[in-house]
């Protein structure tokens, strides 16, 4: 091993990336997307309220404890936009948000009666469904009740942050969200061509989405981000050229381009989408070309999996400096907080642990009835699960590895505990992956795309005889 222990970064300039179609046909297989590690699905059913209770009693030992990122799980919709795969529940009656509200805003209180309410609240963010389905009224309240429960840094430190959905808000929504705390703001687009918009059932005409964003910048907000989608049905490299010329043009801080995963046999929704009018795959991929080479040429980095940011964005500056981390919502520039997410089916990390809620509003209300968290599954991390998340987590997010900043990390010698891991990544050097020295693991330009494919080599549960079919059609393709 070198004798150096300095961590390796991504590097100062713009990280490059090498879009190889040949390559990424060849090494594009189903696998997770490491938001966390172990995955979600190695959560065991059992482990409920005490367990995590036992987890944060443990947190009490530690000085001083970690701040706090909050998420909060919105999960109802208006609509169904036939792609997405997310834990929603499709419904105009508002009412049913009102009832849900009250039972979130009691888990909130749980939450806080558990953790203290002393603990600092560095990150919030509300995803979905459509956080803004809920009324301006309601969420005063929600923000009104949270700053009751916890203590939040101020809007200068802090990370606020809320999905919203183009087609729910005005102006004047926008500028009162800014003025109930939050500093950054997330649009779903997914394309804009009017035909792919008709096939997914996602009505957004261009002015609503261009005039949101307007909107936010005049209110002041920190940070605008824009989701898109690859893949869909009736796209093609035309439509996607000309919605990666408007989304530009529109110059968000943060550009997020998904793939677009079709599991019918999983998702309902998906069922109503027409197989004949989706690209086919090398169409798939050479929009993801053209997105890399459109985004880039823009002044865009990339970050890693789906993500593109500005140069001056705290993502990349986080990038840059080795501090970026990976979570349950992705990409984040807050490594040493507790993750605590509530709302029906949200995933906390707390400790060494990880825990989701009950999936469906009968028993998440029912659990809160009875006076306890409404927690379903989870997982206690041991020693090897730490070191190998360690690993993982600093792979996608820098695309390079220390091996003796690991070893000192954790009080092994990298090349014995991963003697039959480097043989494998071995195997993606000869392919052009990585680069394997005494000292490092540096992910190349072309292999950065596939990272994910690096990752699974020290992921010990998937490809086991744990890891079952059923598993593994839950994960999309690495590209």
Do not use: W
């Not at 936009?81 to 834990?87: F, I, K, P, T």
């Not at 700053?147 to 430190?157: I, K």
């Not at 986080?318 to 029906?344: E, I, K, P, W």
């Amino acid at each position: 091993m070198s004798n150096t222990d300095a961590p390796i970064q991504a590097n100062p300039a713009s990280p490059a990336v090498h879009f190889d179609a040949a390559l990424i046909a060849k090494m594009s297989q189903q696998g997770p997307r490491y938001t966390s590690y172990p995955t979600a699905d190695r959560f065991r059913a059992g482990y409920g309220h005490a367990d995590y209770a036992a987890v944060v009693g443990q947190l009490g030992e530690a000085a001083p404890r970690l701040p706090l990122s909050l998420y909060l799980h919105i999960p109802f919709c208006e609509s169904l936009c036939y792609y997405c795969a997310c834990n929603k529940i499709i419904t105009k009656e508002h009412d049913k948000a009102a009832v849900y509200l009250e039972y979130l805003k009691r888990e909130i209180s749980m939450q806080a009666a558990l953790l203290g309410r002393e603990q600092r609240v560095e990150q919030l963010h509300l995803g979905g469904g459509t956080p803004t389905y809920l009324s301006d009224q309601q969420m005063a309240s929600l923000m009104a009740h949270l700053a009751s429960c916890f203590e939040f840094a101020d809007g200068d430190s802090g990370e606020y942050s809320i999905e919203i959905d183009p087609r729910t808000v005005d102006r004047e929504r926008i500028f009162s969200l800014r003025r109930q705390g939050f500093n950054r703001l997330s649009l779903g687009v997914q394309d804009f061509d009017p035909e792919v918009q008709k096939a997914v059932n996602r009505i957004q005409p261009d002015a609503l989405t261009l005039d949101a964003i307007g909107a936010a910048r005049e209110a002041g907000f920190r940070s605008i981000s824009i989701d898109l989608i690859y893949g869909l049905p009736k796209q093609s490299l035309k439509t996607i050229g000309e919605t990666l010329a408007k989304v530009v043009l529109a110059s968000p801080d943060r550009i997020s381009i998904y793939n677009y995963a079709h599991m019918p046999q999983l998702f309902k929704s998906q069922r109503l989408i027409v197989d004949a009018d989706l690209p086919s795959d090398s169409d798939k991929l050479a929009m993801l070309g053209l997105c890399i080479e459109r985004l880039t040429a823009a002044g865009y980095v990339y970050i890693g999996m789906d993500h593109f940011a500005k140069p001056d964005d705290e993502l990349a500056v986080a990038q840059r400096s080795g501090q970026l981390h990976r979570n349950f919502q992705g990409y984040s520039t807050h490594a040493d907080t507790d993750m605590v997410s509530c709302g029906v089916s949200a995933i906390s990390a707390v400790g060494d642990s990880y825990c989701q809620n009950e999936k469906s509003l009968e028993r998440y209300y029912a659990a809160l009835d009875e006076g306890h968290l409404p927690v379903a599954r989870g997982i206690e991390l041991t020693r090897d699960d730490l070191i190998r998340r360690d690993v993982i987590g600093r792979l996608m997010c820098d695309f390079a590895l220390s091996l003796r900043s690991v070893e000192r990390a954790h009080g092994i010698e990298f090349g014995v505990y991963f003697a039959a891991e480097l043989a494998r990544l071995r195997e993606f050097e000869g392919d052009g992956l990585l680069d394997i020295s005494d000292s490092a693991l540096t992910v190349t330009p072309a292999g950065r795309l596939l990272v994910r494919n690096l990752c699974m080599v020290f992921d010990k549960y998937f490809g086991t005889s744990n890891d079952i079919p059923l598993q593994r059609m839950r994960y999309s393709k690495t590209i």
